[in-house]
């Protein structure tokens, strides 16, 4: 979309809002067609099986169905998983919209970092929700699976376990985007790499903290499952704040050169 600019390059304040509705209705748009391919995918091609196969090998039954308590349960449990699958396969588009509409304000250097993290951020998440299906879900499951008692039987309605599965998936992915928090509030200045090495062993405890909460079932096995890879990813953002910092000093080392007058015209003087 064209833009209008003054002299200075700077664009008005009504024709900014003007780009970012076009920015959010792209991106609206995106998630829309997303989610309407994901309802195809839910619906024809087993994302329902392969959410709920963890279950089955828990509880040891092949064949288990889950149960709906309403007539419309299915269609909206349906609607839901489409619209997070939407989310996720709409997420390039947005980040490029997202992008076009911050990098005029962005340095050069700013812009380079700007869509790797982007990406980088994107395969973070997906790493974190695969560690969560195929190695914390069935670990939480079995460990919940062995207070199941002649007393008890089992009842899996559709919404509650489905709710239980995504939110764990979930977790995992956001958790795993701490290297691009650590990255943006480098860029900000708001922490450095000295000060994310000394307190290592905070973010260490912290870490512990956050993992035994976010990991239900086994708590040593899970929070271990989750601490190790979390521990990985604090060492990941210390080392792309380092880099992020190297750039801002030799860009203050440019600067200093340019601003410094040459040693001939000095003596001329």
């Known amino acids: 979309m064209a833009s209008t600019r003054n002299l200075r390059g700077e664009m008005p304040f009504l024709n900014h809002l003007e780009e970012l509705r076009w920015h959010i209705l792209w991106s609206v748009l995106s998630v829309t067609v997303g989610a309407v391919i994901g309802f195809a995918l839910v619906y024809y091609f087993g994302v329902l099986d392969l959410l709920i196969e963890p279950v089955r090998v828990a509880a040891g039954d092949p064949d288990l169905k889950l149960q709906y308590l309403s007539p419309a349960d299915s269609f909206f449990v349906t609607l839901k998983l489409a619209i997070y699958s939407g989310f996720i396969m709409a997420f390039p588009i947005v980040a490029y919209h997202t ?40 670990v939480t499951l079995e460990f919940f699976q062995k207070f199941q008692t002649d007393a008890l039987a089992a009842n899996y309605e559709i919404n509650a376990t489905l709710g239980f599965i995504v939110k764990l998936l979930l977790a995992f992915g956001i958790v795993f985007e701490l290297p691009i928090v650590i990255m943006v509030l480098s860029m900000m200045g708001l922490v450095t790499p000295k000060f994310l090495r000394t307190k290592r062993r905070h973010a260490i405890v912290l870490i512990t903290v956050v993992a035994s909460f976010i990991t239900p079932g086994d708590v040593v096995v899970l929070t271990i499952m989750m601490m190790v890879p979390l521990v990985g990813l604090y060492e990941l953002g210390i080392f792309l704040s380092w ?4 750039g801002k000093a030799q860009r203050e080392k440019e600067l200093e050169a340019d601003l410094t007058p040459p040693t001939d015209s000095v003596e001329a003087q």
């Open 243 to 246: 880099l992020i910092y190297r």
């Open 99 to 138: 992008w076009s509409f911050l990098s005029p304000a962005l340095e050069k250097r700013e812009k380079r970092l700007i869509v790797p993290a982007l990406y980088l951020g994107m395969l973070l998440f997906i790493a974190g929700m695969a560690l969560a299906y195929f190695a914390a879900l069935p």
